[in-house]
């Protein structure tokens, strides 16, 4: 079975600190595919990244980063100089190459509070 | 390029009814999924379609069924309503689906209400 861990529930940060998301997760596959989505208050999830399994260089976007370790089944999304724009609940998620477990299987969330 | 779109935004249907809600993907996808986003569950998969074939279903009751049609579009239908479907319900889509991985793009999604 497959599995994503996001232990954090809720964190509340002043605006222009910087923040880490955890995401860890579980699978038997040696092929899959990792995803951070963006869910503001409007309810639409924004995608952000995907991350192959065979592909652990680490990725720079502006303000994110993205730092993939497959030795600890570990996708950490990382936001430099957070702003108030950045609030909203954020999902890591999983998926299989295998077309019977193509869904994505998401995490619970972390809802990020950043303070002007 | 017009993203993914869900109708209708907001469904109020009464316990034992049925919704049917509607999605169409980016032009040029051929592949539609439809999550539940219900309170204290999180985001859990519904159904898969592509190229008008049903791929895949999640842990959900045969009154949860829909279709894709020749345009790629789909529907969602929940018959016999239960109080405990009121959910977000979104729908994304993505270009390759079945032959090939990509990842995939949500509309703003359909919050039923169930009374």
């Known amino acids: 079975a497959q599995k994503v861990t996001q232990a954090q529930t809720e964190i509340s940060v002043v605006e222009k600190e910087d923040v880490t998301l955890d995401c860890v997760y579980e699978?038997?596959?040696?092929?899959?595919?990792l995803f951070w989505y963006k869910q503001p208050p409007s309810g639409e999830l924004v995608f952000l990244i995907r991350?192959?399994?065979?592909?652990?260089q680490n990725e720079i976007s502006g303000r994110y980063s993205w730092n993939f370790q497959k030795s600890t089944s570990s996708f950490n999304f990382t936001i430099t100089a957070s702003q108030v724009v950045d609030s909203a609940v954020y999902f890591c998620?999983?998926?299989?190459?295998?077309?019977?477990?193509?869904?994505?299987?998401f995490g619970s969330g972390t809802r990020l509070q950043v303070q002007p | 390029e017009a993203g993914v779109t869900q109708s209708p935004t907001h469904l109020i249907k009464t316990r034992g009814q049925q919704a049917t809600l509607r999605c169409s993907p980016i032009?040029?996808?051929?592949?539609v999924y439809w999550y539940q986003q219900a309170l204290g569950l999180g985001l859990q998969f519904l159904l898969w379609?592509?190229?008008?074939?049903?791929?895949n279903r999640g842990n959900f009751p045969p009154r949860f069924s829909g279709r894709q049609f020749p345009n790629y579009s789909s529907e969602l239908n929940v018959n016999a309503l239960e109080l405990e479907d009121s959910a977000l319900y979104l729908c994304?889509?993505?270009?390759?689906?079945?032959?090939?991985?990509?990842?995939?793009?949500f509309g703003q999604g359909t919050r039923l209400t169930v009374v």
């Open positions: 994304a889509s993505s270009n390759k689906g079945y032959r090939e991985y990509t990842e995939a793009f």
């Open positions: 699978t038997r596959d040696t092929t899959y595919y």
């Open positions: 991350r192959n399994s065979f592909d652990e």
């Open positions: 998620a999983l998926a299989q190459r295998d077309t019977g477990r193509r869904a994505l299987t």
């Open positions: 032009s040029g996808h051929t592949s």
């Open positions: 379609y592509d190229e008008g074939e049903e791929r």
